[in-house]
């Protein structure tokens, strides 16, 4: 079992930008790919950006290119998505996930643990 817990949400403007945080527990981190998934109001949850255990290897969905980051350090178990040049369109509950398919980044199936979610909020 693995526990997720997400952080750094919150009100910005657009143009600016923000650092989610996301904690896990357990001891074999480094196992398990990455992925942050966001959800807007009305709208599907849909796979934004993903890492693999090791870091070699990331999936970043076209909305976000060149815009977002996703990072890790396994040695403080923690998984980062860096936000910059966030627009209104950004604006959402974005999740932290973790799953032991690292041939499988970009595919929302792949993810079986869960954190409990943080609001990111763009204004005009």
């Known amino acids: 079992q693995v526990q997720l817990v997400e952080s750094g949400g919150g009100l910005v403007q657009a143009g600016g930008s923000l650092r989610l945080s996301c904690a896990a527990s357990g001891r074999t981190f480094s196992n398990y790919a990455m992925g942050w998934f966001r959800q807007a109001p009305g709208k599907e949850r849909e796979l934004v950006q993903a890492i693999s255990g090791t870091g070699g290897r990331t999936y970043t969905a076209d909305p976000v290119k060149d815009r977002f980051t996703i990072s890790r350090d396994n040695a403080k178990n923690t998984v980062y998505l860096q936000m910059n040049s966030l627009k209104p369109e950004d604006t959402a509950v974005y999740y932290c996930?973790?799953?032991?398919?690292?041939?499988?980044?970009?595919?929302?199936?792949?993810?079986?643990?869960w954190g409990q979610g943080t609001q990111v909020t763009v204004s005009p």
């Open positions: 996930a973790a799953g032991r398919l690292n041939h499988m980044l970009g595919y929302s199936s792949a993810y079986d643990y």
